[in-house]
């Protein structure tokens, strides 16, 4: 059965770095292009970041661009996001998706001091 189980979440304070990491599953990992979703408190779901399946072209929303960085590592079939400077506003829950059809449960980070 296809999975992405994501991990990392917690509390963080605003300024700081956080590291989440999504474990894929049951498919060719490496052919597949790979994708960030967060959905903060009282917002709709915001499109975080995306990864080529070679893992060579990141996209990122203008939000988060120049703090976040994503990466994935084909032999471990995780995906991951490096964020940096984190913001009160980015609390959420972020999942890890794969086709915009396959979504992992997510995880939550909340963003306080």
């Known amino acids: 059965q296809v999975q992405l189980a994501e991990s990392g979440g917690g509390l963080v304070q605003p300024g700081r770095s956080l590291r989440l990491s999504c474990a894929a599953s049951?498919?060719?990992?490496?052919?597949?292009?790979m994708h960030w979703v967060r959905q903060s408190p009282g917002k709709g779901l915001e499109w975080v970041a995306q990864?080529?399946?070679?893992?060579?072209?990141?996209y990122y929303a203008e939000s988060v661009k120049g703090r976040f960085t994503i990466s994935r590592d084909s032999a471990k079939t995780t995906l991951y996001l490096e964020m940096n400077s984190l913001k009160p506003g980015e609390t959420g829950l972020y999942y890890c998706?794969?086709?915009?059809?396959?979504w992992g449960r997510g995880t939550q980070f909340t963003v306080t001091s």
């Open positions: 990864i080529s399946p070679g893992g060579g072209t990141p």
């Open positions: 998706i794969r086709d915009f059809l396959i």
């Open positions: 049951a498919f060719t990992f490496s052919s597949y292009w």
